[in-house]
C-alpha cells in the first residue's frame, strides 16, 4: 500500500515541489471529529489509485505555519497540488465517492 | 444486490443507536444506514459528534466528549450484532411492503434494502443564515464546526449567532482561542438554559449584540465582517469579525421522508401511540420528530421506545394472536 506521509512545517514545501505524483495533502488535528472520519477513506483512495496520487497528512497543531500560508481556517481541508501549485480545494468532510469525484479529473 | 431485513434503522445518533443496542439484543439482525462523512451534524454520529465535553449525560461523573461517546454506542450495537452501511438514504418507497430503500442510485429498479420495518432517527441539523455569499465564505471565517475551527481564529475577534445553549456552548468554548467572542442575538435576551447563561454572563470575553440581525457578510476571499441590521429601529451597522459561527437552530433532516410520513409544519415527523407514525411498521425517533427536548438523553430514550415497538410490531405481525 502506498505510504501516507507526515508532513512538517520543515518539509512541507520540499514535498509538495518534489513531489512527481499529484499530491493531496490532509490538513487535520487530533481534536478534529469529521477529520478522523475522512482518514480512513483517504487509506482506501491511497492504495486504490496507487500510482497515480500521493497523499500525506500535515496535523496543524505542530505545523500552523504552513496552514496559515495556504489560507486553511477549517479542518479538514484538503490541497491538491500538482507541479508544487495548489490546484483544487476541498474543504470539510465528505463520502469516498464525492471526493473521488472531485479528485479523479485532476488524476493521469 | 438487494438485503432483505427485518429492521432498517436510518441514522446513527443516540436514538438510532440505541435502537439499534436493543433491536440487536432482540436478535433482529438491524443494518444501520448510518450517514455520510460531513463537517456538519449531518453525518454518522450526529450532532454530538461537533461537540466536545458532554456534561449531562448520566452515567459519567467527569463528563465524556461527545464522538467518545457515540463510539461506544456505536460499539456496543456491534457486539451485539449490528451492521453499519456508512451511506446515505438517497430514495425510499413506504407505499408497499416490504419496504424499499435506495441508498446509492435513486434511480435504479432495485432498491438497496427491503425491509419488514423502519425505524426513523435521522435527527436534525443547523440551520445556516441563507444569505448571499454564504456558501462561499464556508471554511473561509465562516464555520459549521466550532470544535473543528476555533483553533484557527486565535487571538482574532469572531462572533457566535444564536441566542441558545448551542450558542453559549460555542462563545465559551470558542473564548479559549478568540481573543473577543461577540454573540449575535435577535431578542435582547437569551433563551438559553440558566446555566449556560450565567456562564456566559461571567465569561470576560464575551460580549453581546442584542436585537440584531446578521444581513450581510463582507470578504471577498475570507470572511472580514457582516452587517447587522438592529430588529427594533432597523438600523444596520457593519461589525468586524474574522470568524463567524452559526448557532440559530434546528431542521430535522426529513426531506426523505417529505409525502409519505406525516409532519408538522417545519418538517418534524409526527408520531403517535410512542413512536408509531401515520405508516404500520415505520417508527421515529431522536430529533426527527422531537423539537422540543433535543437531548442525547431522550433521543437514546426515544430510540429505546421504537425498538420496543418495532420488536412487540414485529412479533405481532409473524404470531397474530388467534
Known sequence: MAKIAELNDFNFENSIKESELPLLVDFWAEWCGPCKMIAPILEEISSEREGKIQIAKLNVDTALAAARRYEVMSI?????FKDGKPIRRIVGAKSKSSLLRELDPDLS | MTQHREVVIVGSGPAGLTAAIYTARANLSPVVIEGEPS???DQPGGQLMLTTEIENF????????????????RSQA???????????????DLSGRPFKIWTSDSKSDEPDYLAESVIVSTGARSLMLDLEDEVRLIGHGLSTCATCDGFFFRDLDIAVVGGGDSAMEEAIFLTKFAKSVTIIHRRKELRASKIMQDRAFANSKIRFQWNSVVTE????????????????????????FSGLFVAIGHVPNTDVFVGQLEMDQNGYI???????????GVFACGDAQDHVYRQAITAAGSGCMAAIDVERWLE?????AS
Do not use: C, W
Not at chain 2, 456491534?78 to 456508512?86: L, P
Open chain 2, 316 to 320: 405481532a405481525k409473524h404470531h397474530p
Open chain 2, 217 to 240: 457578510l463582507h470578504g471577498e476571499s475570507q470572511l472580514e465582517g457582516v452587517t447587522v441590521t438592529d430588529t427594533v429601529t432597523n438600523q444596520e451597522t457593519r461589525l468586524d
Open chain 1, 76 to 80: 479538514p481541508t484538503l490541497i491538491l
Open chain 2, 58 to 73: 448520566p452515567g459519567f461523573i467527569d463528563g465524556i466528549m461527545g464522538p467518545e461517546l457515540m463510539s461506544n454506542f
Open chain 2, 270 to 280: 409526527v408520531t403517535r401511540d410512542g413512536t408509531h407514525t401515520n405508516i404500520d
Open chain 2, 39 to 41: 463537517s456538519t451534524s
Open chain 2, 78 to 92: 456491534e457486539r451485539f450484532g449490528a451492521n453499519y452501511h456508512t451511506a446515505k438514504v438517497t430514495k425510499i
